[in-house]
Every structure is written in C-alpha cells, then in structure tokens.
C-alpha cells in the first residue's frame, strides 16, 4: 500500500535554509577540530592502506583452489562442492587422468572448475564439505571486474589465488 507523506509547510526563515547550512557547517567545524587535535579516527586510504593485518583467522574471503607441495591440484573433481554450493556458483567440468598415471586411482581431475563470484555468498561450504582439503575460502576480498564474464573465476585464477597448501592430502597418501 502506498503511504503518501505529507510536504512540511516551512516558515519563512525555513526557506532561506541559511539556519540549516549554519547547522551543517558547525558539524563540519567540530569534525575538523577533532581531527587537528588528534581526537577523531580518519577513514582509512583504501586502497593504498588495506585491512589485510587486521583479518581475523576464520575470515571468508574468496574461495580458491590449491595445489599439493609437489604442484598438483589436489581437487580429484568429486563435484561434492558444487552440489552442496547453495547459490550453485561453483561448475566442474570433470575429466579423466591418462592411464599410466601414477594418480590414476583418484579417477578425475578438473578439467573446467569456474566460481561464478557474482553468486557466491562466502558460506564456506564448499571448504567444509572438501573430502581432499582442495578448496580454501582464502582472505582475498577485493574481487572486481567491468563484466560479468570477468566476474567468473576459472580454474587457473582459482589455483593463482589458492597457491601451495602444506599438509596431507589423504586420497594420495601412500599408507592409504
Ligand atoms: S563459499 Fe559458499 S557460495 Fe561461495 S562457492 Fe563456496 S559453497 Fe558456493
Ligand atoms: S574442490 Fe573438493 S569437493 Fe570440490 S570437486 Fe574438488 S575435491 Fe571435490
């Protein structure tokens, strides 16, 4: 239903505004004092001063894909994360490795692995539900592009973003 708000009937000193601006200007005036003396914060200069040194530890930023210390993905393309991904963001296009592969037993890689970072929400489910620790919500947050199309991160931005995660990858651990 439409709510129709009624315009004011302003008095004559009203109209000329000058009390209003006075007002403004004395709010300026006391901002300004502030800062000379040291008592007010000021915005920080982004982007030549970032937020990075006060993310805290569980910060969600970007998800990404990471490679094991040998420089493999460590993603076997499960699809687990794309199916558990509420805004459906994340699409896989999985394929299969050669044969004679030393890693032939984990099946799949991905051939095509694209976050659409217009949709995703930052929920972290796909970290979470990662059987081969291979997605990471790392701290980047500064996510930007002119298109939509920039706006999807393919496979290899994802791995650029995620870089080299120390640790077991447990499908190639070798006492598996
Ligand atoms: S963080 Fe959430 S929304 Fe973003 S890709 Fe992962 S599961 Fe999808
Ligand atoms: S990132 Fe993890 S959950 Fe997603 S397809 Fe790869 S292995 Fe599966």
Redesign the pocket.
């Known amino acids: 239903m439409a709510v129709v708000v009624a315009r004011p009937n302003l008095r004559w000193y009203e109209k000329l505004y000058l009390p209003n601006i006075a007002a403004g200007l004395a709010i300026t005036f006391r901002h300004f004092t502030k800062m000379i003396f040291g008592r007010t914060k000021v915005t920080m200069q982004y982007p030549e001063e970032k937020w990075d040194a006060h993310l805290p530890d569980y910060y969600r930023g970007t998800?990404a894909l990471v490679r094991d210390v040998s420089g493999r993905i460590r993603c076997v393309a499960c699809q687990l994360?794309e199916f558990?991904?509420?805004?459906r963001?994340?699409k896989i296009t999985p394929g299969e490795l050669p044969d004679g592969d030393k890693f032939k037993k984990v099946e799949k890689y991905p051939n095509e692995f694209d976050?659409d970072m217009i949709?995703?929400?930052?929920?972290?489910?796909?970290?979470e539900v990662c059987p081969e620790q291979a997605i990471y919500?790392r701290k980047d947050y500064a996510v930007t592009g002119f298109t939509r199309e920039d706006m999807v991160h393919h496979k290899e931005k994802l791995l650029e973003i995620g870089g080299v995660m120390h640790g077991v990858v447990l499908k190639w651990n070798e006492r598996k």
């Open positions: 998800p994360c558990i991904c509420p805004p963001a994340i976050i949709r995703c929400i930052y929920c972290g489910m796909c970290e919500l």
